[in-house]
C-alpha cells in the first residue's frame, strides 16, 4: 500500500486524501446519530424513573407522617403526660465521676474557700468606716456549744453593708364613718392629700420613678420590668401618666429654686448641648441645650433646657435679673449684660482658655500670662485651704492678688499693640483686654462675697 501511494502524483494523493475524509464523516454523521437516539431513549427512561422514584418517596414520606400523627393521639389520649425521658438500664458514662471523687471535690472547694476568705491582705491599709446615719440591724450569733454556766467576757462585732431591694406594698387607708344618735349627718375621717387623686400610686413609688428616670437615667420601659417581676400588671400608659404627674406635682418647687437663684444678686450662666429624641422622626434625635445657672453664694443650681442657643432661650431666666451676671464671651450674654441694674462679670477659666490655645503660637507671651493666672488660682486655694474669716480672705486678696491684677492687665494692653489681631495670641489678648474692666470686676466681687458671707 505505501509503495501504491509513493507511485501516485500529487494531485492523485489530495483527490485520496478528500474522498476518505468524505467517507470518514459520514461514518462520524452516522455514529452521532446513533448516539443522539440512544441518548433520548436514556432520557425517556430517566425521566419514568424519576417519576416513579418520586411518587414513591412522596408516597412513603405521606405515610410515616400519619403513623406519626396516629402515635401522638395515642400518646395524648392514653399515655403518660410527662415529658422527662429517664432510662433505668443505661450505664454510667466511663468519664462521669464517682460518689467518691465528687465529695473529696466538695471537701477540696470548701478548704479553699475557707483558706481564701482567712487569708489576710497584706497591702490592705483598712477599709473607710461605714456612714453614720445609715440604720443597724443587729444579729446576734452565740457558739453552737453548750453555754450553760459560761460567763460572757466579751463579744466581737462585724459589720456588714447591705441593701435591700425595693418593696412594694399596699398601704390601705380605712376610714370609719360614725352617725350621731340624732342620726342628722355622717362624720368619717379625712382622706390625706395624696400625689395623684384617685391615683393607686403613691408619694414614694412617684418620687422613686422620677429619681430613677431623671437622675439614674433608667427609662420608664425597664422600670416596668420591675413590675412584672413581682407580677404586678402596670400598662405602659398608666406609668407614664405617674411620671406626668409627678412632674406636675414639683412645678411649683421648679419656680421657687428659680426665684430664690435669681434673688442672689449673683449669677453665674452657661449653655451646653445635648441630644433629644425626635418625636416626628423615630430613632432620630435633633440639638438641644442645658442652660446652667449656677448661685456662687448659696450653691444652688438650675438646669433649663431650650431648643436653641439664640437670643430668647435665657428671657426667662435673665429678663428682670439684676445683679453680678458672669458669662463666656458667647455675644448673646451681652444684650443681657448692658441691660440697667446688671454688672456684667467674665471668667478667668475662659479667659485661661485662649492663652492655652496660644502656646504654639507664641510659648513666651502665652506662657507668660498662664503664670500670672496660676498664681491667682494659688491664691484661691491657699485661702480655701486655710478657712480664713472674710475680713482676713480681703486683706489676702489685696495685699497678693490685686497686685497681680493690676500687672497683668497693663502688659496685655502694651502686648495687644505688638500682635497680629488674627493670630492665636491676638485673639487670647484681644479677648481678655475687650472684657478687662468685667475681669477686675470679678476680682472685686468676690471681696464683697467675703466679707458678706
Known sequence: MEKALETLSKQQLLALVKEQSQVHSKEMASHKK??????????????????????????????????????M????????????FEDVDQLALPFEASEQELQKREEDFTEKITYQRKKKNTNHKGRQPLPDHLPVEEV????????????????????????????????????????????EGVVIGELPERVIDKGIAGAGLVTSILVDKYCDHLPLYRQRQRFKRENIPIPP??????????????????????????????????????????????????????????????????????????????????????????????????????????????????????????????????????????????????????ELSPQQTKEIRLEEALPVINELGKWMTQQLTYTLPKSQIGTALAYSVSRWVPCALIFMMEIYLSITT
Open 34 to 71: 446513533e448516539l443522539q437516539k440512544t441518548e433520548e431513549e436514556l432520557k425517556r427512561s430517566d425521566e419514568y424513573l424519576r417519576k416513579y422514584v418520586s411518587k414513591s418517596g412522596v408516597l412513603e414520606e405521606k405515610v410515616t407522617y400519619l403513623e406519626g400523627q396516629l402515635a
Open 73 to 84: 393521639f395515642r400518646r395524648m389520649q392514653f399515655g403518660q403526660k410527662r415529658e422527662r
Open 140 to 183: 446576734e450569733i452565740y457558739p453552737k456549744e453548750d453555754i450553760s454556766g459560761m460567763k460572757c467576757i466579751g463579744k466581737e462585732v462585724t459589720d456588714e453593708l447591705d441593701c435591700e431591694p425595693a418593696r412594694f406594698f399596699i398601704r390601705r387607708y380605712i376610714r370609719y364613718k360614725y352617725a350621731p344618735k340624732s342620726g
Open 237 to 386: 400608659s398608666t406609668i407614664n401618666g405617674w411620671c406626668t404627674k409627678g412632674l406636675e406635682r414639683i412645678v411649683p418647687l421648679y419656680e421657687e429654686l428659680i426665684a430664690d437663684v435669681k434673688s442672689q444678686g449673683y449669677l453665674q450662666v452657661d449653655e451646653t448641648t445635648i441630644k433629644v429624641m425626635d418625636e416626628a422622626k423615630k430613632g432620630k434625635t435633633h440639638l438641644g441645650y442645658y442652660w446652667v445657672y449656677h448661685s456662687p453664694i448659696d450653691g444652688n443650681v438650675v438646669f433649663d433646657y431650650q431648643p436653641t442657643r439664640g437670643q430668647k432661650a435665657p428671657m426667662y431666666m435673665l429678663k428682670d435679673f439684676r445683679g453680678y451676671l458672669q458669662t463666656d464671651g458667647y455675644g448673646v450674654y451681652d444684650k443681657y449684660g448692658k441691660k440697667e441694674g446688671v454688672i456684667h462679670l467674665a471668667c478667668w477659666a475662659h479667659a485661661r482658655r485662649y492663652f492655652d490655645k496660644a502656646r504654639e503660637n507664641d510659648p513666651q507671651r502665652a506662657e507668660h500670662a498662664l503664670r500670672q493666672i496660676q498664681r491667682l488660682y494659688a491664691i484661691e486655694r491657699k485661702i480655701k485651704g486655710a
